[in-house]
Structures are given as C-alpha cells and as structure tokens.
C-alpha cells in the first residue's frame, strides 16, 4: 500500500526533521539573538544616553560601577557575557539581585527592545577586552582572608566563614576593584546593601545597632532589616533578634560600620592585593 | 388609593431588609452628585474625594478612640506585578479601580469580590516614564473613564465595562501616554497628558462624556503668538514637555479647573531652551467650559532638575478668603490667591539648598550653585523632589495641610542629548550623593497661614504614599516597609499600623456601605480594605 509507506516515510522524515531541530535550535536561538545595532556607533551614541538615564544610577557613570552596581565594562558578567544574556538581563532583570525589570522601578523609562539593543551596542564600544590579571596573590590571599587578616570571622565565601558581613563569593564581580578597597580601607563610608525586597524602593543597609532590652542587657549587632515598628538583627555572636520597637529600653542605630577600618598598620597594600586577588578570583568561576 | 396598614408594613420591612442585606447599585452620578459629594460621605466620587483636592473623609465612626481595632476586611489581588498606584472610587457600594497595564475593575465594596474585570490591550512598544502605572478613574453618569499607557481616553460602561467610546489623544509612539485620573466636571471628562521624558507637547484635554468628541485642548507650551511663546528659545517650544499628570480641582462658584504641569523637557539641561519656558512647572486657572487660560502662577522657572509642579493642589476658603495651596516638589509650600494667582506666601517644608533669595514677587530663585554641570553637583532636593505624586491632604478641622515629604538629596549631571522622536530626552543622569545622609522620609503637618511645619512623623526611610485625614480626627498613610498607618491628626502621634507586605505607592481613601466605614489603600499588588471588627 504505497499510500501507507508514504506515510510512512513522512513520519520519519517529521521525526528525523523534529530530532535536528532539537538539537540545532538552541545553537539557532543563540544565532538569532544578535544585536541588530552591533558595531554601530551612532547606536552606541544613543545608547549611551539611554544608559545614563537608565543605568547610571547604580553603574555610575561611563559604566565603570557605582558604589551599587557593577563595573559593566569588563567582558566577562557575572550573570552572562553574550548579547542575549545582556538582553535578558536588561530587559527581565536579574531574578535575587537588585537589577530591576526594564521600567518596574521608577528609575529611568521604560525602554523598547531597539533602545536596551543601543545600551548594550554603548556597553559593547567601552567593553574593556582584558582587564589586566590582579596584582595580588590570590592564594595568599585567600590565606589571609580565612587566617591573619581575620575577615573570614565576619564574611563567608562559597559557603565558608562568619555571617555577620555581606557573604563575599560574588563581590569580586559585583563591585569595582576600586570599591573594594574603598570598602576595607573606609568601611563606613558606603555600607553594604543587604535584603533588597522586591516592591520596596531602597535596600536594607549593613548598619549597626544596639538594642537595650527590657530587662537591660544590651545587644549590639547588625540591622537584618526594620520597619516603623518592628527590627531584625543580627548580634556579633550571629544570634539573630527580634524586636518590637515599642517593647525594648532603647535602639540606637547608627551608620558606623561594626567592621573595624583596615588601615595600613593592619593590612599592608600588598596584603590587601592579594585578598582582593582572590575575591575576583572566586568571584569569576 | 389606599393601601392597607398591615401591607404597607410588610413593604417597609421588605425595604428595610433589602437595605440591610442587598445593596441596589444606581451608578447614575450626576454632575450635583460630584458638586455635594461631601453629602454622600459614603461615596468616593473623585480622585481626591471632592473637587477641593481635600482627600478628607466625613466619616467618623471609625475615631481616635477606637482605631486600635481596625482590621483588614479584604483584600483583592491584581496578580500584577509593579507599582499600584491606585486610587479607587466608591458610588453606591461598589469600588471602581485601576491596576498595573492600564486594567480596571469593579468590586463589591463590602466583600472586595469582583463584578467585573477590564484589560486595555496595549501595544508592545509602549513608553511609559515610570512604571506602567495609572492613578485611578473618575465617574460621571453610568459610565467610569480610563487614561491609557498607549494615549487613550476610554469610557466603560460602569455596570459591565463595555466599552462606550475609546479615542486616541495623541501618538504613543512620540511618548504620550496617560497615568493620571481624569476629572469629570459638567459633561467634561478632563486630563492631562504624561511624557514629560520625552520632549512631548504637553497638554490638557477636555472630552464629552458621552461621545468622546474633544471639546477643548489646552497646550500648555504655547505656539507662535500665543502668550508665553517667548520663554522659549528657537525651536524648543515644539518638544517643551510640560505634561499635566495628575489630577486638578474645580471650583464651582468661577467655573474654573486649577491644573498642575510638569517639567520642561529635557528635563535636567536648560541649555537650548532658554527663557522660563512657560507653562511648565505651573498650576493654571482654566475655564472650564473653554479651556481658556484665566491666570498662571509658576512655581520653578527654567527648570533644570525635573521639579515637575503636578502635586495635588488644595482649595482652602477661610473667610473671605479664597486661597489655593501646594506643597511643591520643589521643596517649597505655596499659598496662592485663587481670584488671581497672585503669590501670599511661600516656605520650606524640607530641605532645599537650591535658592537662598526670593525676587519681587516672593517666589524662591535658584542660586548658581544648583545649575547641573556635566560632572554633578549635589542638590536638595533630589530628582524625586521633597514630595511628588503622591497626594496630600487638608482638614479645616485641624487646619493643617498634610503632605508626604522625602528627603533625598541627588547629584544633578547634565550632557548634551540630541532629540529623537520618542527617546526618552532628559540631557542628563542623577545619583546618590555618596556624602549625603540615607534618604529618608516624613508625613508633614503645615499650617498653610504661617507655613510652618507644626509637627512631622518620621518614616525610615522614603514613602509614595499619600495621605487621608478623617473626620475621626484621624490621619492614614502607608509606608515603604509596607505598613499602613493611623495617626492622630492633630498631633501626628501613630495610633494603629498594620503589615500589608508591599510598599505603598497610593494615597488611602474612605468609604461606608451600610453604615459599615472602610478605609482603602493598594499595596504591593494587592488592595486593601480595613474597618473595625
């Protein structure tokens, strides 16, 4: 029955048709994803308009990283390096951080796809190719950073070390080098971000704070988070506490940062590069 | 004809019964209705609850001696993600809303259950500013009207959300679109145009209620001869910006509409549009039949930090005197004439670094030390400005005028932008200032005679939440941490708060349905109804 066998064949060749599909279509995808403006640098121009309105709030300006977001210049993202991560990212935001959804947070507009391409076209033409390899010995430094230097005590990488500070594993891609030095040389002049809670404006600071209890003990430690009423905190011993405003003696918070100021009598410039060394080295796995 | 005792009893009981258990809507709100809403405390006939801009409840039942016990009685899901910055009506027992990409729905007020759902289909290249936002709707007759994201003006049928007319006011593709609630006055349906980011030609429109045929649009960039064509430099006038995005009042007694307007585009460069660029940054005094211009009063001249002045401006009679007040964005609080628009008096309600003097006629002039310059100055206000969309309130009771104040300080840069049709055009970025303090944020008592701040309640950080007084003697606001809160209005001391886990970014409201007071406000992407147990 030729009827059949035609049959037949059309199944197979729909089946043999579905199977390259499948396995050509993510390299096609990928393929189709392209930036439409690539290269262009009258697009670039417009991009870097739409960054400064859009972006340089947080990735400062020139895209270099504010004290907030990343330096986006470098050619490796900690969240994908090709067009349609940058895409993705831009445009959906990046899910557990605080890079919002194109136009969900009131910063900057709401971008049409050709605009966030433009952006992306802007941060293709500053990319810079090869960052230059750290300075420091990242296994010294790492040596450091669980030993001498003693901020293992406080800040915990890939999974290891205190809770008191922001966990350290992504910082190396998250901030500028020039931040990071800002951070351990004067740690209260920008304090960390903490919760970031996805309907609220601004996020939760690493500020210090001492409770005094009804019964008079006082309790010093770090804001995991407050509102009018109620403050969640971290003690130096990483109990965590929760208060009602109105039921303790006292709360005094203040912008101090809790972590001691690494100056050069405790860590030396070259013990510092090396630390640093080895938070961009984790931080780029 | 007669109608024996013993039925006619039976009759009233049955009207008694059906009050008591069934609400019969009668949507019809009639122009009288809007002018005596202070005569339906029930009802929430306009964004700010009345044409004055009060955003004052008569309802008392709820008070300061028993707000302790309020309670959430409902809470209706958007399942829409981004700001809700809505502020719902209430005609006869059912809450007629907006949410996030420009949908609308009708509740049963008393239950928060849904009678119907609207969806404006928008298109995929929509440009709104800051957020797909929409600030409520307002009533007139049997039907509600939306401004839409995409430029739109549609009037729903308010018992089935059909569509009655749907007109496009302008090009969405040129970065017109609409947030504000309309106003509806007479057989007028009026709003204004939002896109101040894009270099638009802002405007005021007046629509019939029951055709959609505009009646009136009032440019408020003017045009070649027309007055004020000057203040701009060559060509700039054409993409001056200016928009009008958020509600005005009316007065009756002059049949005048007062409109605040926005920021002139681009927003934080002045170069290339010298002069003082009316009317930006203005409330006006238009008529509203006409839309013809009556007076205007400029708050920021030449602005270069995108202070627009669309705050809610509130009508305030004392005596023989017929004032009208703002708390600015720009920091400052203004009390005007209302016959003329002539400037009483003007203070600072938070912090401004921006002017130091005040010209001839008392208004506030910038110093040099403000003027954005391509590495970033800082300036108090910040971007956001000491307050913003976010509404305020007056109770002649307590005779202080309430505002949500933000303190925020930003550095201003600026840099040359080209115009393209439909780019987001501000000529500029702003930060954070590294050296400034953490923002933060306060609900403000002013009295509106003398300007002063009387006493402030702190939040810890900024809110977009506006505020509601009542005649409980109470006041309500919500916070950035999600709290919903109760002061006493005259001393600004919390009185209750409850946890609705979401910012705020709405100004509460009031209603009652069967005697049964509510009070109302969206958080998160939820809205919420609170009343006593």
């Given amino acids: 029955m030729s009827g059949h066998k035609v049959r037949g064949q059309r199944i197979f060749r729909l089946a043999l048709a579905t199977a390259v599909l499948v396995l050509v279509a993510p390299s096609l995808l990928a393929d189709e994803i392209r930036n439409p403006f690539s290269g262009d640098a009258k697009a670039a121009k417009s991009g870097e308009f739409e960054f400064r309105i859009n972006c340089a709030f947080c990735h400062g300006l020139g895209a270099r990283g504010g004290g907030r977001g990343p330096d986006l210049t470098r050619a490796h993202k900690r969240h994908g390096d090709a067009d349609a991560d940058l895409f993705q990212n831009i445009s959906q935001g990046i899910p557990g951080t605080v890079m919002p959804a194109n136009g969900t947070n009131g910063q900057g507009v709401g971008m049409t796809d050709d605009e966030i391409w433009q952006i ?76 970031t809670e996805s309907t609220k404006e601004f996020a939760q600071e690493y500020r210090t704070v001492t409770v005094v209890t009804p019964d008079g003990r006082e309790i010093k430690g770090v804001t995991l988070n407050e509102d009018q009423f109620s403050l969640q905190m971290m003690d130096t011993a990483e109990h965590v506490h929760l208060f009602e405003k109105d039921k303790v003696r006292s709360i005094q918070e203040t912008r101090e940062s809790l972590m001691p100021i690494y100056n050069l009598t405790i860590l030396s410039d070259p013990d510092l590069d090396d630390i640093i060394a080895f938070l961009l080295g984790v931080g780029t796995k | 004809m007669t109608v024996p005792m013993n039925k006619l009893r039976g009759l009233c009981l049955l009207a008694f019964v059906s009050t008591l258990f069934a609400i019969e809507a009668h949507a019809q709100v009639t122009f009288e209705r809007l002018l005596n809403a202070s005569n339906e405390p029930q009802n929430w006939l306009t964004y700010s609850g009345d044409y004055a801009g009060n955003r004052f409840s008569p309802l008392d039942r709820v008070n300061t001696s028993n707000v302790n016990s309020l309670t959430a009685k409902w809470v209706y899901q958007t399942a829409a993600t981004g700001k809700f910055e809505t502020t719902p009506l209430v005609v006869d027992g059912i809450l007629y809303a907006t949410g996030q990409d420009d949908r609308a729905f009708a509740l049963d007020a008393r239950t928060g259950r849904p009678i119907w759902l609207f969806q404006h289909q928008l298109p995929s290249d929509i440009r709104p500013c800051c ?121 009756a007694k002059t049949n005048q509409i007062f409109w605040p307007t926005g920021n002139p585009s681009p927003s934080n460069r002045g170069e290339g549009r010298s002069g003082d660029n009316l009317y930006s940054n203005s409330l006006l005094a238009l008529d509203a039949d006409t839309g013809k211009l009556n007076w205007y009063f400029q708050f920021t001249k030449h602005d270069e930090h995108d202070w627009d002045a669309t705050q809610v401006p509130i009508m305030i009679d004392s005596g023989d005197k017929h004032l009208i007040a703002q ?65 305020p309130s007056f109770d002649a009771r307590t005779n202080l005028f309430y505002v949500t104040a933000r303190e925020q300080c930003d550095i201003f840069s600026t840099a040359p932008q080209p115009y393209e049709v439909g780019h987001a055009y501000y000529g500029s970025a702003y930060f954070p200032s590294d050296k400034a303090e953490p923002y933060w944020g306060a609900l403000r008592a002013i009295d509106p005679a003398s300007g002063q701040v009387k006493w402030e309640f702190r939040h810890i950080s900024p809110t977009w939440s506006g505020v509601l007084s009542t005649a409980g003697g109470l006041l309500f606001t919500g916070d950035a941490e999600g709290n919903f809160i109760a002061l006493d209005a005259a001393l600004g001391k919390p009185l209750w708060h409850f946890q609705m886990g ?7 409201m009031a209603f009652a349905v069967d005697g049964k007071e509510y009070v109302a406000i969206a958080a998160g992407s939820s809205l919420y109804a609170f009343g006593l147990p």
């Fill in chain 1, 120 to 195: 992306i076209t802007y941060l293709r033409s500053i990319q810079v190719q090869s960052p230059g390899k750290p300075v420091g010995n990242a296994a010294h430094g790492k040596e450091l950073f669980y030993g001498d230097a003693n901020c293992a005590s406080c800040h915990m990488v890939e999974g290891s070390g205190g809770r008191l500070g922001p966990d350290l594993t992504a910082v190396g891609t998250a901030r500028t080098v020039d931040s990071l030095v800002e951070s351990v040389r004067t740690p209260s002049k920008r304090l960390a971000w903490g919760l």
């Fill in chain 2, 131 to 251: 957020g797909r936002v929409n600030r409520g709707l307002a009533v007139l007759s049997d039907k509600v009207f939306l401004g839409t994201l995409d430029a739109h003006v549609i009037a729903l049928d308010a018992k089935t959300a059909n569509v009655i007319w749907d007109v496009v006011s302008a090009d969405y593709k040129e970065g017109y679109s609409y947030t504000v609630a309309p106003l509806a006055v007479k057989n007028l349906v009026i709003l204004g145009v939002s896109g101040g980011e894009y270099g638009i030609r802002g405007f005021i429109d007046a629509y019939d209620a029951d055709t959609g045929q505009r009646k009136w649009r009032f440019y408020t960039v003017p045009g070649p001869g027309e007055p004020g064509h000057d203040t701009w430099e060559g060509d700039s006038w054409k993409i001056g910006g200016a928009p009008a995005w958020n509600t005005g009042v009316y007065d």
């Fill in chain 2, 327 to 391: 708390a600015n964005r720009n920091g400052f609080f203004y009390l005007l004439d209302r016959a003329t628009g002539k400037l009483l008096s003007t203070n600072a309600y938070a912090r401004t670094t921006w002017s130091d003097s005040k010209d001839a006629d008392g208004r506030p002039v910038p110093n040099q030390q403000s003027s954005p310059t391509p590495e970033g100055r800082t300036v108090c206000p910040g971007a956001l400005g000491a307050t913003n969309w976010m509404a």
């Fill in chain 2, 502 to 508: 979401g910012a705020v970014y709405a100004s509460p």
